[in-house]
């Protein structure tokens, strides 16, 4: 995706909205998700993704994008980026998840509004508020009052 002014507000937007779902990701064995990829076991792959995501996100919010790729150096640390399609409401997001032992990243490649406004700030804070309601919340129910 061609880089605007605002892709770096919308990747750490997103970024911050699929950390808990990467970070279930990363409790998987770097060379099983690799012979995964290498094997194009993508029905494998979708099925890691869909129950690392059911935790955190309503049921088709965040799906595996049919591909990926790994880095691999002899006495080097793996590296997995896999394709993400985020589809919470009104929007939809293709996207590359990156994958290390402690760190995990992601890239938007495109993003698409059902229904774009002429102002980028809205948009943004469109992507905002759709990933949040499509996350599940977690009520605290010593707070409530009687």
Request: net charge negative; charged share 25%; hydrophobic share 45%.
């Given at each position: 995706?061609?880089k605007?002014?605002?892709?770096?507000?919308?990747?750490?937007?997103?970024?911050?909205a699929?950390?808990?779902?990467?970070s279930?990701?990363?409790?998987?064995?770097?060379?099983?998700?690799?012979s995964?990829?290498?094997?194009?076991r993508?029905g494998n792959l979708?099925d890691?993704?869909?129950?690392?995501?059911?935790l955190?996100?309503?049921p088709?919010?965040?799906?595996?994008?049919?591909?990926?790729?790994?880095k691999?150096?002899?006495?080097?640390?793996?590296?997995v980026?896999i394709?993400?399609?985020?589809?919470?409401?009104?929007?939809?997001?293709?996207?590359?998840?990156?994958l290390?032992?402690h760190?995990?990243?992601?890239?938007?490649?495109h993003i698409?509004?059902?229904?774009?406004?002429?102002?980028?700030?809205?948009?943004?804070?469109?992507?905002?508020?759709?990933?949040?309601e499509?996350?599940?919340?977690?009520?605290?129910?010593?707070a409530?009052?009687?």
């Amino acid at each position: 995706m061609k880089k605007c002014p605002y892709s770096a507000q919308r990747e750490q937007i997103l970024a911050e909205a699929i950390s808990p779902v990467a970070s279930e990701l990363r409790l998987l064995d770097a060379a099983d998700l690799i012979s995964l990829l290498r094997f194009e076991r993508y029905g494998n792959l979708a099925d890691l993704v869909a129950s690392a995501a059911e935790l955190y996100f309503l049921p088709g919010t965040v799906n595996f994008g049919l591909g990926g790729d790994y880095k691999l150096d002899w006495g080097g640390p793996a590296e997995v980026t896999i394709d993400l399609e985020i589809k919470p409401r009104g929007v939809t997001i293709y996207a590359k998840l990156a994958l290390t032992e402690h760190l995990a990243g992601i890239e938007i490649n495109h993003i698409a509004f059902d229904k774009a406004s002429a102002d980028p700030d809205e948009n943004t804070a469109l992507l905002a508020h759709s990933l949040k309601e499509a996350r599940y919340v977690v009520r605290d129910e010593t707070a409530r009052v009687a």
